[in-house]
């Protein structure tokens, strides 16, 4: 009998997205048959990532920040509950009628579940930094977690990439399943010298382009700049000495990111495990309020692998604190098949 597993990765820029990759290509490996279901540039990257794999569509959690990131959500969370349970409903129809689902994967959507299938979630923030509040969010994403069978840790069982994101004490039936990337490590001519990818929810992904277009506007550099935009058809074109594409897909942004010097980028948890396997310098420009990325970004910099600066103090002239670093690296995590047995439970 065909053996499915729905993968269900949340709408928050491409990062959650693109570490189910590695997940999605071990199912397929392992004679399962995926079933990916998201919504936005999300659903459309897996589609164009996978095109022969079925696919739907769950609601939009709607999730937007501004300077104010808490305050935000918390005026958001009537809709974000709303689609929560709408999402949950969706999901228990679609098994309802696929009887052939064994279980469900979801990366930080919370009404990917089932009491009747194996489900598993996917994050590397089991604390939830929100600064004075750090100790409710937390506690109210563990009672999220409890829901799930299995909780899956993207790091090394030391958190050496999440640091105190992943750290706890608490029974969650928590699996470290080590570091997850799409890409492959290839020694390449650096043709590039600076790569720029543009990445994460608006309004801040627009802001850090329209920046870093006006920065790097007069440069002698050679620049490619990839603006996380996906759309039904993949654009290139130039401007003085840079490059722009509106998205790449997996093989080839593995291609470029190998060919490039230096990356900037922002200081998101998937974006950090990709260059750590590639073994990158990178720049980071953490997502202002947000505090996890902000966390994450002083983490490593503390750790000597990657300087970083806010969008609004960022200069050309700040890029000579990478020779100064380190840089990412860690060895790829190949994914466990093992992990999968608990879908055997059905």
């Known amino acids: 009998m065909e053996k499915k597993v729905i993968v269900a990765p949340l709408h928050w820029g491409l990062g959650h ?3 189910c990759v590695p997940i999605i290509n071990s199912l397929l490996e392992n004679n399962y048959t995926p079933i990916i279901a998201s919504d936005g540039n999300a659903l459309q ?21 501004g300077s104010n990131l808490k305050l935000k959500i918390l005026f958001q969370l009537p809709t974000i509950i ?19 689902v064994v279980g469900l994967i979801s990366d930080n959507r919370f009404g990917v579940r089932s009491r009747f299938l194996p489900s598993i979630y996917i994050t590397h923030q089991i604390n939830v930094l929100s600064g004075i509040t750090t100790f409710l969010s937390s506690f109210f994403h563990r009672i999220f977690i409890r829901k799930f069978d299995e909780c899956w840790v993207p790091d090394t069982p030391k958190s050496d990439f999440s640091g105190v994101l992943s750290l706890t004490t608490k029974k969650l039936n928590i699996k470290f399943i080590g570091i997850l990337s799409r890409f492959q490590k290839e020694v390449l001519e650096e043709k590039t010298d600076l790569l720029v990818l543009i990445s994460g929810p608006e309004p801040n992904r627009t802001l850090l382009e329209t920046k870093l277009i006006a920065e790097f ?20 074109w130039t401007s003085g000495n840079s490059t722009f594409y509106n998205y790449l897909l997996s093989s080839q942004l593995q291609t470029m ?19 750590a396997v590639l073994g990158k310098k990178v720049f980071f420009i953490p997502t202002e309020n947000q505090p996890e990325q902000e966390y994450l970004a002083t983490y490593l910099k503390r750790k000597g692998m990657a300087p970083f600066s806010t969008i609004a103090n960022f200069s050309e002239e700040k890029l000579i604190e990478v020779q100064r670093n380190k840089g990412l690296t860690t060895k790829k995590t190949l994914f466990n098949p093992n992990l999968f047995r608990l879908f055997e439970r059905k």
């Open 17 to 19: 997205a693109s570490r």
């Open 217 to 236: 506007k007069n440069t002698s550099k050679k620049i490619v700049f990839v603006l996380g935009k996906v759309e039904e058809k993949q654009k290139k």
């Open 45 to 65: 990257f897996l589609k164009q990532e996978f095109p022969s794999l079925e696919s739907f569509e769950l609601p939009s959690y709607q999730i937007s920040y």
């Open 257 to 275: 990111i190998n060919s490039s010097k230096i990356i900037i980028s922002r200081s998101g948890y998937s974006t950090i495990m990709d260059l």
């Open 82 to 100: 709303n689609s929560i349970c709408k999402e949950k409903r969706i999901i228990n129809d679609f098994i309802l009628k696929n009887k052939e």
